[in-house]
């Protein structure tokens, strides 16, 4: 059975940073477009980062351009978040997913509708 499990997360404070990781257990992830998404307590969820399959095209939400970073290691059939210069706004729980999207254009993989299996998500709280 596919699984995907999140790790990485914590406390951290303002301007920190942490690496999240999404490592897969009966799935390749290198053969998925993976994405990462948030959701904070009371708001909707939303999508964060995303890299595709066979091109590794990445995409990212306006509010973590220039400091988050989505990388794939397939030897480790793993794909990390990076997280450079947090702030309290990035407090949430973070999960990560996979889809195949190729049918859906060359375009953003950002929505999550286009996700079939999900992680359980890591605590991320920034905070001084």
């Known amino acids: 059975q596919a699984q995907l499990v999140e790790s990485g997360g914590g406390l951290e404070q303002p301007g920190g940073s942490l690496r999240l990781s999404c490592t897969g257990s009966?799935?390749?992830?290198?053969?998925?477009?993976v994405g990462w998404f948030r959701q904070a307590q009371g708001r909707e969820r939303e999508g964060v980062a995303c890299?595709?399959?066979?091109?590794?095209?990445?995409f990212y939400v306006d509010s973590v351009k220039g400091r988050f970073t989505i990388s794939r290691d397939n030897t480790r059939n793993t794909v990390y978040l990076q997280m450079n210069s947090l702030k309290p706004e990035d407090t949430s729980i973070y999960y990560c997913?996979?889809?195949?999207?190729?049918?859906?254009?060359?375009?953003?993989?950002?929505?999550?509708?286009?996700?079939?299996?999900w992680g359980q998500g890591t605590q991320v709280t920034v905070s001084s």
């Open positions: 009966g799935v390749t992830t290198e053969y998925y477009t």
């Open positions: 890299i595709r399959e066979r091109d590794n095209r990445t």
């Open positions: 997913a996979t889809g195949l999207w190729g049918p859906y254009g060359s375009g953003s993989c950002l929505p999550a509708w286009g996700y079939v299996n």
